[in-house]
């Protein structure tokens, strides 16, 4: 096993900006993956959050790049916005030495600022499957002709079914001749999708689902009844703060309308926090993000937006106050503690309704949750307060328009997304018509 990234075969330079930034030891994800993909192969990369995936796929890719340096190099898909920011950060941070350019194309953004980015020919190009699609089918502007490297990051979730028509958009787009690198935490059977679009020897590094369990990580439940779950939930955090006082903790829960309402009932009740959901604009994400990496905020309340990639180390306690429909959600959610060897805890607050669901994630991951204790006494003597708080900021978010009918709301986005995409395909029919009329 090698114990530098000299002995990877990176290029000196790269492996010296690894310990410049205080990574100097690769990681087995590492050590597997980078001689793999520097050898040309296509790669499936699998192993638990905070192992070091993003460095497995970004250092072989610059590596490549500082020999033949020539238009947009490698194309990096990502499902969420939080994690293509995250990534570029990243590729800042190393590939500074080599001086690379990159750019971020996600929603959020104006696309004319982002189109006007493109055609500058940055280097990487990090994006969200479904922006992307859209400047390919709106404008030509750009060119992937000299792409060498397709990264797939948290592939499982691009591979769920809802990028596939964006996918599809994008891949029309790309030469036949390119290296095609998925990652993710999790390893599914859509990953043998890669089969059909790959022209290469496939490598394939996966744990078990059991090895996946971050090893430093205490994973323990509280059951509570009901009607006084948030009470139970109030006093989990006041427990672990008063001998943790200065943890970072994640709360997971499982619609934006309950993002809000734990939100604002914890800020009343003197916890003060940041959520992060996806009703929340780009500009409303990153600034939620950076209060809460810089420790102005030490709780972040979020839904599953937040479960993908981020990194954040210094996370000690992840709160599951919805408890996931599966074992792949909840490791992903677990995982953003527990990172990078640090010890970190995850507490699932689990009803009578939800013994089943748990139950069946412990046995997925082949392990017993252990209890967490909480005082019934100390629940009760906050219990009416809790309850009255969690009403009244229920009662004026019902008065917001925003969370009248979250369902409604997203369903609506996602048919204006849908009619945008058919009416960009219609433009672009017609375009490609003309085009073909003009030449005949």
């Not at 990234?5 to 310990?19: I, S, V």
């Not at 194309?75 to 800042?92: A, F, W």
Request: proline share 4%; net charge positive; aromatic share 6%.
């Amino acid at each position: 096993m090698s114990d530098s990234f000299h002995t990877l075969g990176l290029n000196p330079c790269l492996a010296e900006q690894c310990e410049k930034i205080g990574v100097r030891k690769p990681t087995v994800i590492q050590q597997k993956c980078i001689p793999e993909i520097l050898k040309g192969s296509d790669c499936i990369g699998c192993s638990e959050t905070g192992s070091g995936k993003t460095l497995a796929f970004l250092l072989p890719i610059l590596h490549k790049f500082c020999e033949d340096p020539f238009g947009i190099f490698a194309l990096i898909l990502s499902p969420t916005r939080e994690l293509c920011y995250q990534i570029n950060d990243q590729i800042s941070v190393v590939g500074s030495a080599i001086h690379i350019r990159s750019c971020v194309v996600t929603g959020g953004v104006e696309m004319v600022k982002q189109g006007q980015e493109l055609q500058r020919k940055p280097h990487i190009v990090v994006a969200t499957p479904g922006r992307l699609a859209d400047h390919l089918e709106s404008c030509d502007t750009f060119s992937f002709k000299n792409l060498k490297f397709l990264v797939l990051d948290e592939a499982d979730k691009l591979f769920d079914g809802r990028f596939n028509q964006q996918i599809g958009v994008i891949l029309k787009a790309l030469p036949k001749e390119k290296q095609i690198l998925l990652f993710s935490a999790t390893f599914t059977s859509s990953f043998e999708q890669i089969q059909q679009i790959s022209s290469r020897k496939i490598f394939i590094w996966k744990p078990t689902l059991q090895d996946n369990v971050v090893e430093y990580l205490k994973q323990l439940y509280v059951f509570c009844p009901k009607a006084a779950k948030n009470g139970y939930f109030v006093q989990v955090i006041r427990s672990f703060l008063s001998t943790n006082p200065d943890a970072l903790i994640i709360v997971f829960t499982d619609t934006c309308k309950n993002c809000h309402i734990l939100s604002a009932m914890l800020n009343e009740l003197g916890f003060e926090n940041v959520c992060l959901n996806a009703l929340f604009t780009q500009k409303q994400r990153l600034a939620s993000l950076q209060q809460f990496k810089s420790e102005r905020r030490k709780i972040l309340i979020a839904t599953d937006v937040a479960s993908r990639g981020l990194d954040i180390p210094t996370v000690s306690l992840v709160i599951n106050h919805s408890i996931p429909s599966n074992a792949t959600d909840y490791l992903h959610r677990v995982g953003r503690t527990a990172r990078a060897k640090k010890t970190g805890t995850a507490i699932s607050l689990i009803t009578p309704d939800n013994i089943a669901r748990i139950r069946s994630i412990e046995e997925q991951l082949g392990k017993k949750f252990d209890e967490y204790p909480v005082s019934a006494k100390d629940v009760a003597e906050i219990l009416t307060q809790v309850n009255v708080t969690e009403r009244e900021v229920t009662i004026k978010l019902e008065e917001d328009d925003q969370f009248k009918d979250e369902k409604k709301i997203i369903n609506k986005k996602k048919k204006m997304i849908a009619s945008e995409s058919n009416n960009l395909d219609r433009k672009t029919k017609k375009r490609r018509k003309k085009t073909k009329d003009e030449l005949e």
